[in-house]
């Protein structure tokens, strides 16, 4: 049996069980979200004992050489004993200081951080609630920029984004913590063309990376794909073509899968980004954010068409897990 | 005598040699269902140890933990054409890279005795 020590009370682990589970099953409250070590959310601190590697897998060194390690993929082997403590150092103050809509189900979510805050375009951060509910989001906007910039889809019955669609009003507090991730551009080649492709909410880490490669000089092609069921699903059209008519590099493809017009492209978003690749798309960079499957399948079929896998960034935007849901890791 | 993995550059041939042929497996019809996994990344890092092994680099593994590793897949159906289909992606991948003809051969070679171990036989 592995045990685990938390605020001065131990907790027994049952076999094979993780952190996370073992912690939520005795009334810990930690956070989390996806339980499949992909959100950040249950990130948590070894103070003494060591993790197993599978426990550190995505985090930063520096995370790693420091003791962190994320509760929901961190199976102790039989007969360990684990001190943890919670990741709240890692959280800065934030303020929530203005809410706009987007589109008929997507608000941009702009915060205030109170501490030094330092991310790439297109990392993705976890915002904690008061009460400890944890999700994850893409930052849409740029370090330069002096708030943070969210887009939040509003998912059917979902608590943190039901809760920034309906309750949130401008000066509520919360914490921020990361960044994590590394979609995001990074100077050096700026001839190489660059593929960006997201669904739904994935255009957030996209509309930063666009924008970061752009101001960076960035030279080469980079084609920007967002899709959506329908019209009603995209947004920041405009502002995309605005910006691609600024720049001639930059070639923006809205896509639906029905109801498109003579405005908006309807197709499926995948055989359309593959149907615009060359035979061999040699020194091409891919960003690829949104709906688990559509990034994932996506992942597959450009590593197969010959991009190497350090060339491909992607995010899958998993969503939260119940406690009964599939163990980590399961596909 | 050194071995093939020195012969052919060690370490960093292996990594380009990982994803030319993690590709023919991912894109072969016959086999790429044992080796869909959500994360790609864990899942090279497996082909590398694979290509480590059979070209004679530093590889902890023995015929036992051949046999245990493989053992879930034999159940799901490994058989020998498989086995016979991943050899081959392993001798074009090998060739395409270049790798003379003699020591392509010592490759085939290891591989072949681990035919036994990976099929569970
Ligand atoms: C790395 C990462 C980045 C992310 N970035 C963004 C972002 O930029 N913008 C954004 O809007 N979201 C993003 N997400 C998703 C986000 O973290 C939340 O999962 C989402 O906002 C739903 O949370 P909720 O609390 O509102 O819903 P929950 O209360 O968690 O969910 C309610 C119910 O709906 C289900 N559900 C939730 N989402 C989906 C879905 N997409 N499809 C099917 N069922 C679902 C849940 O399983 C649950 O049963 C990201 C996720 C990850 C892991
Ligand atoms: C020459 C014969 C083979 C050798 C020497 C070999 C060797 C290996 C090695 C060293 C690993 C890595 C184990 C680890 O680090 O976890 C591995 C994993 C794997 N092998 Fe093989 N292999 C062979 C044949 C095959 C064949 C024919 C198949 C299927 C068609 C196969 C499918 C797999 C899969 C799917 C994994 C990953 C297992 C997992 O994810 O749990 N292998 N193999
Ligand atoms: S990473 Fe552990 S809950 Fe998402």
């Known amino acids: 049996m592995a045990k685990v020590r938390h605020e001065s009370a131990w907790y027994p682990l049952e076999p094979g069980e993780t952190v996370l589970d073992g912690l939520l099953r005795q009334g810990v409250h930690v956070p989390h979200a996806c339980r499949a070590g992909a959100c950040q959310s249950c990130l948590m601190r070894a103070t003494s004992g060591a993790v197993p590697e599978a426990a550190q897998v995505g985090l930063k060194d520096t995370l790693k050489a420091r003791g962190y390690f994320l509760a929901c993929a961190c199976r102790p082997q039989a007969g360990t004993a684990l001190e943890v403590a919670g990741a709240s150092e890692l959280r800065v103050p934030a303020r929530i200081v203005d809410l706009e809509s987007l589109s008929g189900d997507v608000v941009a979510v702009r915060l205030e951080v109170e501490a030094p805050f330092d991310y790439r375009a297109g990392q993705y951060v976890t915002v904690v609630r008061e009460d400890g509910l944890a999700r994850s989001y893409s930052l849409a906007s740029l370090p330069r920029e002096d708030r943070l910039e969210l887009h939040v889809r509003l998912v059917p019955g979902g608590a943190m984004s039901g809760w920034f669609a309906r309750d949130v009003r401008p000066g509520e507090r919360v914490h921020v913590q990361g960044p994590a991730g590394d979609c995001f551009y990074v100077p050096g080649q700026p001839e190489a063309p660059l593929l960006l492709a997201g669904t739904g909410t994935g255009l957030a880490p996209l509309y930063g990376i666009v924008r970061d490669a752009l101001e960076a000089g960035h030279t080469g092609p980079i084609h920007l794909f967002h899709g959506a069921l329908e019209p009603r699903g995209l947004y920041l059209v405009d502002a995309l073509r605005a910006l691609a008519a600024r720049h001639p590099n930059l070639h923006y493809r809205p896509l639906v899968l029905a109801g498109g017009d003579g405005d908006v492209e309807e197709g499926p978003l995948e055989a359309r980004i593959l149907a615009s690749l060359p035979k061999r798309p040699v020194g091409w960079r891919a960003f690829l954010c949104g709906n688990p499957e559509a990034v994932l399948s996506l992942r597959k079929k450009l590593f197969l068409t010959g991009f190497s896998l350090k060339d491909i960034h992607a995010d899958a935007f998993l969503p939260s897990t119940p406690r009964a849901g599939p163990v980590a890791g399961a596909a | ?121």
């Open chain 2, 1 to 121: 005598m050194s071995s093939v993995y020195e012969r052919i550059g060690g370490e960093p041939a292996m990594a380009a040699a990982v994803e030319v042929f993690y590709r023919k497996v991912l894109g072969d019809d016959r086999i790429n269902h044992f080796f869909e996994d959500v994360d790609m990344e864990r899942q090279a890092a497996k082909q590398k140890a694979f290509l480590t092994m059979v070209c004679g680099g530093p590889s902890n593994y023995s015929g036992k933990d051949m046999r245990a590793g493989h053992k879930h897949l034999v159940e799901r159906g490994l058989n020998a054409t498989h086995f016979d289909a991943v050899v081959g992606h392993l001798k074009e991948t090998l060739e395409e890279l270049g790798v003379p003809a003699e020591l392509v051969g010592q490759v085939m070679a290891v591989a072949e005795g681990a035919r036994a171990d990976v099929l569970n036989r």
